[in-house]
Structure formats: C-alpha cells, structure tokens
C-alpha cells in the first residue's frame, strides 16, 4: 500500500507557465519534504515542512503543508528548462519507526 | 566537504547471483539509509543504520541484508538474484537517527539478466 500519492505522475509544460503538484495521504505525517532528483543522480532536498498550514517559498517555487498534515503540495510559477526533474515527497510518521515514507513521484518536463 | 559515495556505480549479475554495494556518507553522517527505486514502485526503503545498529527494517525478503562499519560505511548485499531485483539503489546518510535532511548518493544501478 502506497502510502503518499502524487499527481499527476508526468507532467509536460512549456517554458514560462505555472504548474501544481499534489501529494495526498490519508495518514497524518510529523512532517513532510519535497525532492527534486535529476536525471544520473540522488534526491535532493528542497523544503521540509512541520506546522499544519505551513508555507514556505524557495524562489520560484511555493510549498504548502495542509492543515490536517496529511497532504501537501508544490506550485512552481514561470517553469524553466532547469526545473526538469523527478519530484517527490516524503512523509515522517514519527515514534519509534522513524523513516521516510516517498510518494509515487512526478516527473516534470519543461520544455524550451 | 565531500558528497556521499557509491560504489560501484553500475554493475550487470545474472540470475542466482549475489551483489555487495557499498556507501560511504558524508563525514559525522552515522545514519545510513539504503532505498530501492524502480519506475513501477518508485522509492522503496530497505533498512537504516545507526552505530553499527539496523535500526528500521522495509518489507524486502531476507535476500536483502546490510551491516554498517565503524566509521559508519555501509554495505547492503543481495544474494539470490532476481530479475526484478534490477533497480538503482540509492544510499542516504544523515546526521542522527531523528529527523533530518537525508543526504542521497548517486546510486548503484543493477541490471539483472
């Protein structure tokens, strides 16, 4: 069972327009980061989110924790060919198993 | 300061075989996490490593093993290979065994035929 879904799964824009990814889970997480992993390489981080409404902002790039810590999501306004990537989150359930639980992922593809 | 290191990087093993990785994390990183990605099951965790210690264990079979060194080097061994054992496996370190920023290797690509 998948616990962390993401949509959509692929995703092909032009250069200069807006996009929004989702990550939904049913379970409450402690916290949740986002990922960006380039073709040939790892992940990397991007953003960790804690509190429930949460914002953060990284230039171009706009992350969204729900309220009820279950869901959240990635707005990237005016895409650039360097945004290609595999995005992914990861949920922390906390307590004495602490891992990282990854979403299904979305591979974006901006082109010029 | 350097990156996380894999080695090898990709490596060919027929069927029946098995395959060691090896990971060493960033320097004071002494969490070791390993992971499996595929395109159909995306990122899947294997097991983590803290002071020599599996600490979280994944749903893998037990073909799939690890152990974690001193200086907190990491390996993870596959014995029995499958044709759907063909992923890249990727290792991340991290700082301590709470919450944190995970550290990701480049991975190990393994294909088996």
């Known amino acids: 069972t998948q616990l962390l879904e993401q949509s959509p799964q692929f995703l092909s824009i032009q250069e200069g327009e807006n996009l929004t990814v989702y990550c939904n889970s049913s379970?409450?997480?402690?916290?949740l980061q986002w990922y960006r992993q380039e073709p040939g390489e790892g992940p990397v981080l991007l953003v960790t989110v804690v509190t429930g409404g949460e914002v953060k902002k990284l230039k171009r790039l706009t992350f969204q924790f729900g309220d009820a810590r279950k869901d959240s999501s990635l707005h990237i306004t005016a895409a650039q060919t360097g945004d290609t990537g595999l995005y992914l989150c990861?949920?922390?359930?906390?307590?004495?198993?602490?891992?990282?639980?990854f979403g299904t992922g979305t591979l974006l593809a901006v082109q010029p | 300061k350097a990156g996380v290191t894999q080695t090898p990087r990709y490596l060919i093993k027929t069927r029946g075989q098995q395959v060691t990785l090896s990971c060493s994390p960033i320097?004071?990183?002494?969490?070791v996490s390993w992971y499996q990605q595929t395109p159909g099951q995306g990122l899947q965790f294997l097991f983590e490593?803290?002071?020599?210690?599996?600490?979280n264990k994944g749903n893998f079979p037990g073909r799939f093993s690890g152990r974690q060194f001193s200086n907190s080097r990491s390996e993870m061994n596959v014995s029995t290979l499958e044709l759907g054992d063909s992923a890249l496996y990727l290792c991340?370190?991290?700082?301590?065994?709470?919450?944190?920023?995970?550290?990701f290797g480049e991975g190990s690509r393994l294909t088996v035929l």
């Open positions: 320097s004071g990183h002494r969490s």
């Open positions: 490593y803290f002071s020599e210690t599996q600490r």
């Open positions: 991340a370190g991290k700082l301590t065994l709470n919450t944190g920023e995970l550290f």
């Open positions: 990861a949920g922390e359930r906390g307590g004495a198993t602490n891992k990282l639980i």
């Open positions: 379970s409450v997480f402690s916290s």
